[in-house]
């Protein structure tokens, strides 16, 4: 399904397309407005109010909140009818909720910076009492970087979460590590197994992050601790899923707290890694989805 709010991943609908035709797949072309199906002794489903037949449903990158809804309506059916999908249905609730994934880490032992959760005004501010002035906001449901800010004070995030709750959404508190602001090691896992290491280091300061700020990428594919990072990013997909597609995990590699795990991204933005790293990590992709469909 090409990517309705195409903003982040422009290319990646065709790019992904031709790798999927290049490995002997044979892929069409959907939008979701053309989609319908019908639920009763089998499932159905339509392009265009014509009945098709498929093996697979694949969808690539971020979308707007009612389009995201849409897709998992359409992921949820077709996961249920036997085919496969990018990421099971409870994978994605889990990969587009950070507190849902910080629960999951913590239950597998996971490192990840301490976050704080709560569900009225009251709560938050004996909550925050637990954490540092300085302190990060972040958005449960917020993706490449935006809904999080670093406050300097735990008035300042009270007042955040109160815009938030009027909003009727959902922010925690976290940690903020202070010794690694503007950078975080990106390791790239596909079909369960790290296949790329980078590091992204952002142009400014961190205070708040933002499309608006240009990022440098480097590898770290020859670093001597890269095999101590693959290992952290396999264990954290591992604990949302066990046969994962593909996830972008954020590392902060801090001095004093050690190896941090920030989140797993459902649908990282690859060409970047490409870059830094020279391997053909869309035909590992490509690869690793097909495996699971002639399985």
């Known amino acids: 399904m090409i990517n309705p709010d195409p903003i982040f991943y422009a290319e990646m609908d065709d790019l992904i397309i031709n790798q999927l035709t290049q490995q002997n797949a044979q892929v069409q072309r959907v939008n979701l407005k053309d989609i319908s199906f019908t639920v009763g002794n089998e499932f ?11 093996d697979a449903f694949l969808a690539y990158g971020y979308m707007n909140p009612k389009h995201f809804l849409d897709y998992l ?12 999908t990018l990421h099971k249905p409870e994978t994605e609730h889990i990969l587009y909720n950070k507190l849902l994934q910080y ?46 800010h670093l406050t300097h ?24 590590v202070d010794d690694c602001p503007g950078k975080s090691v990106r390791v790239l896992v596909i079909g369960g197994k790290a296949a790329s290491v980078a590091e992204f280091k952002f ?11 240009e990022a440098s990428v480097e590898s770290l594919m020859n670093s001597e601790k ?44 690859i060409c970047d890694s490409i870059d830094a790293t020279n391997l053909p990590l869309l035909e590992y992709f490509g690869q690793a989805f097909l495996k699971k469909i002639k399985i």
């Open 226 to 269: 890269k095999n101590i990072y693959c290992d952290l990013a396999e264990k954290a997909c591992l604990a949302i899923d066990d046969n994962l597609t593909v996830g972008g995990v954020d590392i902060l590699d801090s001095k004093r707290f050690g190896l941090q795990v920030l989140e797993v991204n459902s649908c990282p933005e």
């Open 44 to 54: 159905k489903f339509y392009i265009n109010n014509e009945l098709i037949d498929f």
């Open 203 to 213: 142009s400014k300061n961190f205070r708040s992050v933002g499309l608006s700020e």
């Open 103 to 148: 629960i999951n880490f913590s239950k597998y032992k996971i490192p990840f910076p301490k976050i704080g959760a709560a569900f009225s005004i009251n709560s938050f501010k004996s909550v925050i009492q637990q954490f540092d002035e300085e302190a990060i906001m972040k958005d449960v449901h917020g993706y490449s970087g935006i809904g999080v």
């Open 73 to 84: 309506y359409i992921n949820q059916a077709v996961h249920a009818s036997g085919r496969i």
């Open 153 to 176: 004070c735990r008035n300042n995030s009270v007042e955040m979460y109160s815009r938030a709750l009027w909003k009727q959404e959902q922010q925690i508190s976290q940690v903020y």
